[in-house]
T-cell receptor, first 115, second 108 residues
Framework: GAGVSQSPRYKVAKRGQDVALRCDPI?????LFWYQQALGQGPEFLTY????????KSGLPSDRFFAERPEGSVSTLKIQRTQQEDSAVYLC?????????????FGSGTQLSVL | DAKTTQPNSMESNEEEPVHLPCNHS???????IHWYRQLPSQGPEYVIH???SNVNNRMASLAIAEDRKSSTLILHRATLRDAAVYYC?????????FGTGTRLTIIP
């Protein structure tokens, strides 16, 4: 079956440009997560959805970062006025319910480079 | 989430067993121990998880100390495809909190 799909795979943006990153979770998965991974580091939590409700956005680094999941399936992570420090791989993950004993399924990520 | 401590890197010979250690001395009674691995240019991949008892699946085994303050991921027969960064994570709530993991190198 299809896994978690992210697009685009690569994105190059000029500083100050707005970008939108898309995540298609596994069908039927209630929980959706966004992570940011800088080069050589482990993934850092950004935000979490349960269906369309954004239950935790404590990891979003600034108000330039915004995530939505309006119909409880596809999610979009938007970064406004991109800065060089936003360059990273953005990972999306989904799980069936979100319980601590469940596994997360990750996409391959979107590599964002801000010039 | 409680913290975990892992060696930065390890090496193992191909077709040999690999034991990846993880210390989590501040683990709480409701923390699950999860292991994920990340191959180059890919997202993390679930390996195994457990709470108190040792666990086995087709990928690996997880040995959990009796006091739960440490655990070991066991790859029974390493192949070149097992070269990756392995993350040991304690999970209580919804999210996973990754550390820096152990970079495993497999020597042919």
């Amino acid at each position: 079956g299809a896994g978690v799909s992210q697009s685009p795979r690569y994105k190059v943006a000029k500083r100050g440009q707005d970008v939108a990153l898309r995540c298609d979770p596994i069908s039927g998965h209630v929980s959706l997560f966004w992570y940011q991974q800088a080069l050589g580091q482990g993934p850092e939590f950004l935000t979490y959805f349960q269906n369309e409700a954004q239950l935790d956005k404590s990891g979003l680094p600034s108000d330039r970062f915004f995530a939505e999941r309006p119909e409880g399936s596809v999610s979009t992570l938007k970064i406004q006025r991109t800065q060089q420090e936003d360059s990273a791989v953005y990972l999306c993950a989904s799980s069936l319910e979100g319980w601590p004993n469940e596994k997360l399924f990750f996409g391959s990520g979107t590599q964002l480079s801000v010039l | 989430d409680a913290k975990t401590t892992q060696p930065n890197s390890m090496e193992s010979n191909e077709e040999e067993p690999v034991h990846l250690p993880c210390n989590h001395s501040t683990i709480s009674g409701t923390d699950y121990i999860h292991w994920y691995r990340q191959l180059p240019s890919q997202g993390p991949e679930y390996v195994i998880h457990g709470l108190t008892s040792n666990v086995n699946n087709r990928m690996a085994s997880l040995a959990i100390a009796e006091d739960r303050k440490s655990s070991t991921l066991i790859l029974h027969r390493a192949t070149l495809r097992d070269a990756a960064v392995y993350y040991c994570i304690l999970r209580d709530g919804e999210k996973l909190t990754f550390g820096t993991g152990t970079r495993l190198t497999i020597i042919p």
